[in-house]
């Protein structure tokens, strides 16, 4: 049977962190509002209106460029691309073809492979259709152009992935990116960072691609993945069978976990590109360039490897930290108040174990939780210096301070919760928990080590959690000899 290498490239698009749209004054936050009220005629392509290009999406997007290492043209033109559909006011949309503003970047894998950046361009949203679909009678399409002339930058990768694993972490580092230098929120829910997928195969060893379908409807990096997943199993089977290939655009189905063909693949003369006449060439002053270059701040990958170093975390560890802006400055601001290096390890366990759980249960958000960094940081030094808290202990802290916002000092005094360490107390404890466990202390004394755990966890039940865990082992094993 032939063996198949997949070729895997991605177009992202990012709507750009601005407050109006790309080429009017509207407001580009067109989520959380009712329908069709953040538009004009310009936005909307009424006769005899004139674009004007936002400044700050120009700034934002260069930020995004030079944060991924692309080259800036010193000339960049403008160009109208050309179809008829009902979300498309104008009938043809703003964009960047030939001369795009940037081009030949990259992004690095956290594992260490290198994914070129084909290119990055300005361009307009469209609006957003709404489909009614039920009784025959009723059915009906609605049109929402508030979205209709928001800033957009699309990120075209070079065909360098190989595997749906590799395009997931594209897209979560290429997230990070825009979300720590402020060009964008990525908020997908808001339709603010949207990707199609194109993907072929090859057979291993070839060095021409294969011919490529494009995926469309990814709401999710999740569904990407498994969209490619996907692509990859129906295009083998269907080269191995002998069949071929057919260029389409295919829309992904999340509830059936398939892809389905939505329309034969356009090419770029489809789109009947020319200049737009409206706009002058976008010229890229050299100082002003180099100025938005000095001001990109400290990146995730940069981030990342400062944290190893500095704080002794894991690999994965800092990855999870540093996965978004905001998650990673409240983990910093718990690590540079901790008293000890051995609490570096406890913050970590807390922010991605504790904090992010709940987060996640409750839909919150860091910047609004109720735990502070250095509410974060006492607990860790309790935990892991003071041994005032057992790690059950100081989860069930973290689980009042994130209700309460109390600080752990206090939740600990109220609920008594602090930890034991005196041997007679831990004698009781462990004299109870022998006597009732006569199998787990029989398998021990014949050499099975695993039992001492079986009995760690029974004294630590009997003590509510309370007992030090390290004494309890000392004295277990004084008991059992």
Aim: charged share 30%.
């Amino acid at each position: 049977m032939k063996e198949f290498e997949p070729v895997i490239g991605l177009e992202v698009h990012a709507q750009l962190a601005t407050q109006s749209k790309l080429f009017c004054g509207c407001s580009s936050h067109g989520f959380d509002v009712p329908p069709n009220t953040n538009i004009c005629p310009i936005c909307t392509g009424q006769p005899g209106v004139l674009p004007v290009l936002n400044r700050k999406a120009v700034e934002l997007g260069f930020r995004a460029a030079l944060a991924l290492g692309c080259k800036i043209r010193p000339t960049s033109i403008f160009a109208r691309k050309n179809y008829f559909y009902p979300d498309l006011p104008k009938n043809y949309q703003i964009s960047q073809y030939e001369e795009p503003f940037s081009e030949k970047g990259s992004l690095r894998l956290p594992g260490g492979r290198t994914i070129g950046v084909h290119r990055i361009h300005l361009e307009e949203d469209a609006g957003k259709l709404l489909h009614s679909i039920g009784n025959r009678d009723l059915d009906y399409s609605l049109v929402d152009f508030n979205r209709c002339g928001a800033p957009l930058i699309e990120t075209v990768s070079e065909p360098d992935m190989r595997t749906p694993q590799e395009a997931y972490e594209y897209l979560t580092e290429l997230k990070a990116i825009f979300q720590y230098i402020g060009a964008s929120s990525c908020d997908m829910e808001k339709g603010e960072m949207r990707c199609d997928a194109n993907i072929s195969l090859r057979e291993k060893g070839a060095e021409k691609f294969g011919v490529r379908a494009e995926v469309k409807n990814l709401n999710s990096f999740k569904a990407v993945k498994e969209a490619l997943e996907y692509e990859i199993k129906r295009q083998a089977e269907l080269l191995s069978s002998g069949g071929r290939v057919v260029q389409e655009t295919r829309l992904w189905n999340e509830k059936e976990g398939k892809t389905a063909p939505m329309r034969s693949k356009e090419e770029a003369h489809d789109y009947r590109y020319f200049p737009e006449p409206d706009l002058v060439p976008l010229e890229a002053d050299p100082a002003w360039v180099e100025k938005i270059k000095k001001e990109i701040p400290e990146l995730p990958r940069q981030r990342r490897e400062r944290l190893i170093k500095t704080y002794q975390l894991s690999e994965y560890d800092a990855s999870v930290l540093t996965s978004y802006k905001d998650l990673a400055d409240h983990a910093e601001g718990a690590l540079k108040q901790v008293k000890s290096p051995a609490a570096y390890k406890v913050v970590a366990n807390l922010e991605i174990n504790q904090h992010l759980a709940k987060l996640n249960e409750s839909k919150g958000d860091i910047g609004n939780s109720k735990v502070k960094p250095q509410q974060l940081a006492a607990l860790a030094d309790m935990t892991a210096t003071a041994a005032t808290l057992s790690t059950a202990a100081a989860k069930m802290v973290f689980e009042e301070m994130f209700s309460t916002g109390k600080n752990p000092q206090e939740i600990v005094k109220e609920k008594g919760l602090a930890q034991v360490s005196d041997d007679k107390a831990v004698q009781e404890w462990i004299k109870s928990a022998v006597s009732e466990n006569q199998k787990a202390v029989d398998d021990f004394r014949k050499g099975n080590e695993r039992a001492l755990g079986v009995l760690v966890g029974a004294v630590m039940k009997k003590s509510q959690g309370k007992a030090n865990p390290g004494l309890v082992n000392k004295i277990l094993k004084e008991t059992l000899k």
